[in-house]
């Protein structure tokens, strides 16, 4: 069993393709094995490649043609769909809800789910082995709920939440000034970013939880005997012990954030008071299955997954970058957290 | 909340003890961390249990007594707002459709990710390293960019609006996460096992289904725990790809459900619904959150 540590090392990080534990090694090939091989590697990879390697291809294709769909005739339109797109005032608008939206929600979600899983693993008294929090496993239960209710229904609950006739929210409205939550500039969006975050910030506490849970404890102890109070245990060994938790997490909720589909079409199908809250997964929908422009949609959905990767490489450089493998949302995330210990004076 | 509760009554009858051993700083400081620390997730477990609990009493209320008093308990608790949700909003008949096609799906990815995992995790070949890149491939780039072609991909095969062609379109978006998570965890099977079921006289398919996928079972209910709710859960494909009403998905048939209720709410009953949709997943979640939350753990992020 020497294999499995080596495994949950790399299982920690990305896997390494190289063959390491598992040994892999070449046999001479019998019938059995031959169609053993076509079987389990044939099957799988012939759904995958039909369903999705080849949509992804030909999208790339269509995206330069003026395609309408239904009838076989296009043309080759080179990039003129992506000339279009950049002048067009509904499409540019979209993609700044979209770029604010994975610029805060990833933040938000983040700094709650850090703050939850501190709080409940490191929330014991000091005396002794490290102890979570009285109540650990009630809190990490409730924070869990909403991400096991479909994401659909989160939206709708919160359409509902937020409903100008019936809402449990409507008396708040006219102390803010406001005649509706969804239907105004002002809050729609950040009504629309919390719903996303309050969506979310349960799976990655228990993310955060678990990979707190997977330092070694021995860590804590030293820190203590040195005299780090915990707020420094927090931002001198726990952040830098979980890293590649936040990065992944972050790249994560950024995809997430990017997409959003879901919480704009129950709650905001339309877009928003002056397409404010229109995500670019919302408008390539329309454009594609109620205008038929299929050509253009598709160039929209190319828009879409170079903005993900442009967002995912943003963060891997910056982890890069800094060395010590901070990223964005980590720095605030310790800025925030040291204005509410500094303010509780609750810090040594 | 009678969690809560109880803590708080240990936590005063142990304090007397502990204060004598603890010095007086040290226990002070312990202390305010732990009300902080309490204050704060009960504030987010009240953020996050109000909403369900408010949507839970209002689907006994009437529409009047929602749109008057939006906090009141119901006069009357109106069980009959659930039979008009089942009857308006069919949610038998998606819930039906949604466990078929999820359940079938959920078989479908789970064999054919470990058997694609275990083929990549533990036979040298060329081109396996290709493999395993166009597969991450799949799973970073966005569904959205593949939705418009996938749309007249499973026309061309005649299968746009059946279920065995939402079936196959969860299966590929799913195996990807399956294969990357199954990979791993066949790695780390060891290798003796392996040989000795060889020795004893098995061939390839038989050292797969007898030996290696039964000792991968920890692995295998991990990701399916997580394929199921994803797939549940799974919004964007349905509605594109499965318009017809007859066989909508549970997601799809609430989504519509609540953008019919335009003119003349039925408040309670759609209340009601979303109550019926959300506590069959609930329960399965508080059964086995503790295996949930131990899947996290395991590398859901590969």
């Not at chain 1, 169609?35 to 995206?63: H, R, S």
């Not at chain 1, 929908?285 to 205008?291: D, I, L, P, T, W």
């Amino acid at each position: 069993m020497k294999d499995t540590t080596t495994i949950s090392d790399t299982a920690s990080s990305r896997p390494v393709p190289a063959a390491r534990g598992g040994r892999p090694r070449r046999r001479k090939l019998t019938f059995d094995r031959v169609t053993f091989f076509l079987a389990f590697l044939g099957i799988p990879l012939a759904i995958f490649v039909t369903f999705v390697l080849i949509p992804f291809g030909q999208a790339i294709f269509w995206a330069m043609t003026d395609w309408r769909g239904f009838s076989p005739d296009y043309n080759f339109i080179g990039f003129d769909n992506f000339t279009k797109m950049f002048q067009d005032d509904v499409f540019l608008k979209a993609l700044r809800n979209v770029a604010l939206l994975a610029v805060c929600v990833p933040l938000v979600t983040l700094t709650l789910a850090l703050g939850v899983a501190v709080a409940i693993t490191l929330g014991g008294p000091s005396k002794g082995p490290v102890r979570g929090i009285k109540g650990a496993s009630f809190y990490r239960i409730i924070s869990f709920f909403p991400y096991v209710v479909p994401a659909i229904i989160v939206g709708l609950i919160w359409a509902q939440m937020y409903d100008p006739n019936a809402g449990l929210l409507k008396s708040l409205l006219p102390k803010l000034g406001l005649d509706s939550w969804l239907g105004e500039s002002a809050s729609a969006m950040p009504a629309l970013m919390f719903v996303i975050v309050w969506g979310l910030v349960g799976f990655y506490a228990v993310l955060f939880i678990a990979a707190i849970k997977g330092v070694p404890g021995e860590l804590y102890e030293a820190a203590k005997i040195d005299g780090a109070g915990r707020f420094r245990t927090t931002i001198s060994i726990t952040l830098p012990a979980i890293r590649d938790s936040v990065q992944t997490a972050y790249i994560y909720l950024g995809i997430a954030a990017l997409d959003s589909f879901v919480y704009v079409q129950a709650m905001l199908p339309n877009g928003g008071p002056n397409n404010g809250t229109l995500t670019i997964s919302q408008r390539l929908f329309n454009v594609a299955f109620a205008k038929q422009q299929f050509g253009y949609a598709t160039a929209m959905g190319v828009v879409l997954a170079v903005v993900t990767l442009v967002f995912a490489a943003l963060v891997f450089l910056v982890n890069r970058l800094t060395g010590g493998g901070e990223n964005d949302g980590k720095k605030k995330a310790r800025g925030a957290k040291a204005r509410r210990a500094g303010a509780m004076g609750g810090a040594r | 909340m009678s969690a809560i509760a109880a803590d708080r009554e240990s936590a005063s009858d142990r304090k007397p003890a502990r204060d004598r051993k603890l010095t007086r700083a040290v226990a002070s400081s312990d202390r305010r961390f732990a009300a902080i620390a309490h204050t704060m997730l009960i504030l987010w477990s009240v953020i996050v249990l109000v909403p369900m609990l408010w949507v839970l009493v209002s689907s006994f209320k009437s529409t009047s007594e929602i749109l008057s008093s939006p906090f009141a308990l119901p006069d009357h608790w109106r069980v009959e707002n659930y039979a008009n949700a089942w009857t308006d909003a069919n949610i038998g008949k998606y819930f039906l459709n949604s466990v078929i096609v999820v359940v079938s799906a959920l078989f479908l990815v789970m064999l054919l990710g470990a058997m694609c995992a275990y083929i990549l995790a533990r036979f040298e070949f060329p081109g396996r390293r290709l493999i395993y890149y166009v597969m991450l491939a799949g799973l970073t780039f966005p569904v959205f960019l593949a939705i418009v072609p996938l749309f007249f991909q499973l026309q061309n095969f005649g299968l746009l609006n059946t279920r065995p062609g939402l079936i196959l379109t969860y299966v590929a978006f799913a195996l990807p996460f399956t294969m990357f998570f199954l990979y791993s965890f066949f790695r780390s099977l060891p290798h003796d096992v392996y040989e000795a079921a060889l020795i004893d006289g098995a061939g390839d398919w038989r050292a797969f289904f007898q030996v290696m996928l039964p000792m991968a079972r920890p692995g295998m209910a991990a990701v399916a725990i997580f394929n199921f709710l994803g797939l549940w859960n799974q919004f964007l494909l349905p509605v594109a790809l499965n318009t017809d009403q007859d066989k909508w998905v549970l997601t799809q048939g609430m989504a519509a459900y609540a953008s019919s209720q335009v003119y003349d709410i039925d408040y309670g009953a759609l209340f009601a619904a979303i109550v019926v949709t959300v506590v069959p997943v609930l329960v399965v979640y508080v059964i086995f959150q503790r295996r949930i939350a131990g899947s996290v753990s395991q590398g859901t992020f590969r």
